[in-house]
């Protein structure tokens, strides 16, 4: 079972580990009040020694962002909706991390949290209500997304310039760092166990770099040697991707939504590109329907039913800027940055219609289970929800 995860940058000081450790639970309440966390400057710095090649990566990180307008800029929810209506969604509890909730992916137990300069945060997600910090697994670079391996009890997280790091989370409070994957800025990345334990393709959004693919044979290490069995660039930056049965789907920033179609495992060829109206930063897709979260455009929706002649059938807007997206049972769950979460029904992709949201500070990353909403958030961290 193919799992994403999928976000975005962010700059903003460091909670102390120490800090995190004692209050890493910084809200866990029945109701969806919008409680702020506590501000940046009553944090402290990270005990962590940083490489100087981090710190360059963080002062660009932070140049970069306060020109584009990040998170720093703006804290508060924004909320066009009619504050007398539901929203739909609560709180279950929210998980403070240190650094920035960027990308999330929980599979069964286990927890994992992109959280930006600080790495990969590991969570024991046995009750949502009540996540358990296990470990944090270092980087050199900005985490931006995350996904776990279940079969093998591997974690695989973005680190920029670093490309993808992996690393053995068998044993989640003591993560081992075990190999790289050498690309030029990783983003998003997903995981195919194609033989569990013993094999496993990465697919890597790599923004400049386009779209690679990765194969990892576990069986021949350590020291393990992934090897890049694809390579194809997008027009636009690479910023997500998803699998879709013998597809993949990369949302390729300006350009829109790019698609492959993978012809034996680890190799792909290019169909074609189709252009959204905005930055697509994220897709999903069900059946004959791809879900791209568009940026400022919102949700584009589109029929891929003949892959190599894409066409938009559907949009709706969002809040805010449309980030990352997951599809279950008919639904699309929207990291709509300063918009929170927001929820559309899609069981008519023709007719997509807003179904409920939840404010959170800055929505960046996305994961959806059976009963949860996991949203990775820049100012709150990982934030759980249910239905209401
Ligand atoms: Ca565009």
Same mark, same amino acid.
């Given at each position: 079972m193919p799992t994403a995860s999928r976000c975005g940058w962010s700059w903003r000081g460091y909670v102390s580990l120490t800090e995190h450790l004692n209050d890493g639970i910084i809200k866990n309440y029945d109701d969806a009040g919008c409680k702020r966390a506590t501000g940046a400057s009553d944090r402290g710095a990270a005990p962590r020694t940083f490489s100087i090649a981090a710190w360059i990566g963080v002062t660009l990180l932070a140049t970069a962002v306060f020109v584009l307008g990040g998170c720093a800029q703006k804290g508060d929810p924004v909320s066009v909706d009619d504050p007398d209506e539901p929203s739909g969604y609560r709180v279950v509890a929210i998980f403070g991390v240190a650094g920035y909730g960027e990308g999330v992916d929980v599979v069964g137990d286990m927890g994992l949290v992109a959280t930006g300069e600080v790495g990969l945060v590991i969570l024991d997600m046995s009750d949502p209500s009540a996540p358990v910090y296990l470990g944090?697994?270092?980087?050199?670079?900005?985490?931006?997304?995350?996904?776990?391996?279940?079969?093998?009890?591997?974690?695989?997280?973005?680190?920029?310039?670093?490309?993808?790091?992996?690393?053995?989370?068998?044993?989640?409070?003591?993560?081992?760092?075990?190999?790289?994957?050498?690309?030029t800025s990783g983003q998003d990345v997903v995981i195919s166990e194609t033989d569990p334990g013993h094999m496993i393709h990465i697919y890597v959004a790599d923004k400049n770099?386009?779209?690679?693919?990765?194969?990892?044979?576990?069986?021949?290490? *350590?020291?393990?040697?992934? $090897?890049?069995?694809?390579?194809? =660039?997008?027009?636009?930056?690479? +910023?997500?991707?998803? @699998?879709?049965?013998?597809?993949?789907?990369?949302?390729?920033?300006?350009?829109?939504?790019?698609?492959?179609?993978?012809?034996?495992p680890g190799t792909a060829t290019k169909l074609g590109t189709f252009d959204t109206p905005g930055n697509a930063q994220a897709v999903a897709a069900f059946g004959d329907y791809a879900f791209v979260a568009d940026g400022l455009q919102g949700l584009q929706i589109l029929n891929i039913s003949d892959p190599g002649d894409a066409e938009i059938v559907a949009t709706i807007e969002t809040d805010d800027y449309a980030t990352d997206i997951c599809y279950l049972d008919g639904m699309v769950?929207?990291?709509?940055?300063?918009?929170?979460?927001?929820?559309?029904?899609?069981?008519?992709?023709?007719?997509?219609?807003?179904?409920?949201?939840?404010?959170? *500070?800055?929505?960046?990353? $996305?994961?959806?289970?059976?009963? =949860?909403?996991?949203?990775?958030? +820049?100012?709150?961290? @990982?934030?759980?929800?249910?239905?209401?």
């Amino acid at each position: 079972m193919p799992t994403a995860s999928r976000c975005g940058w962010s700059w903003r000081g460091y909670v102390s580990l120490t800090e995190h450790l004692n209050d890493g639970i910084i809200k866990n309440y029945d109701d969806a009040g919008c409680k702020r966390a506590t501000g940046a400057s009553d944090r402290g710095a990270a005990p962590r020694t940083f490489s100087i090649a981090a710190w360059i990566g963080v002062t660009l990180l932070a140049t970069a962002v306060f020109v584009l307008g990040g998170c720093a800029q703006k804290g508060d929810p924004v909320s066009v909706d009619d504050p007398d209506e539901p929203s739909g969604y609560r709180v279950v509890a929210i998980f403070g991390v240190a650094g920035y909730g960027e990308g999330v992916d929980v599979v069964g137990d286990m927890g994992l949290v992109a959280t930006g300069e600080v790495g990969l945060v590991i969570l024991d997600m046995s009750d949502p209500s009540a996540p358990v910090y296990l470990g944090t697994a270092g980087n050199d670079f900005t985490s931006l997304k995350c996904a776990y391996a279940p079969g093998s009890e591997m974690a695989f997280v973005t680190d920029g310039p670093n490309g993808v790091l992996a690393y053995d989370v068998s044993d989640p409070t003591s993560p081992e760092w075990k190999t790289v994957l050498q690309s030029t800025s990783g983003q998003d990345v997903v995981i195919s166990e194609t033989d569990p334990g013993h094999m496993i393709h990465i697919y890597v959004a790599d923004k400049n770099g386009g779209f690679r693919i990765w194969e990892l044979n576990l069986d021949w290490g *350590p020291p393990w040697f992934p $090897i890049e069995v694809y390579h194809g =660039y997008t027009t636009g930056y690479a +910023r997500g991707l998803c @699998l879709h049965g013998d597809y993949v789907l990369v949302a390729s920033g300006q350009s829109g939504l790019t698609i492959f179609e993978l012809t034996s495992p680890g190799t792909a060829t290019k169909l074609g590109t189709f252009d959204t109206p905005g930055n697509a930063q994220a897709v999903a897709a069900f059946g004959d329907y791809a879900f791209v979260a568009d940026g400022l455009q919102g949700l584009q929706i589109l029929n891929i039913s003949d892959p190599g002649d894409a066409e938009i059938v559907a949009t709706i807007e969002t809040d805010d800027y449309a980030t990352d997206i997951c599809y279950l049972d008919g639904m699309v769950y929207v990291a709509d940055r300063y918009g929170g979460l927001r929820v559309m029904n899609v069981d008519d992709p023709l007719a997509p219609a807003a179904a409920g949201y939840l404010e959170t *500070p800055c929505a960046s990353g $996305i994961c959806i289970t059976d009963d =949860y909403v996991y949203v990775a958030d +820049r100012d709150w961290g @990982l934030v759980i929800a249910e239905e209401e």
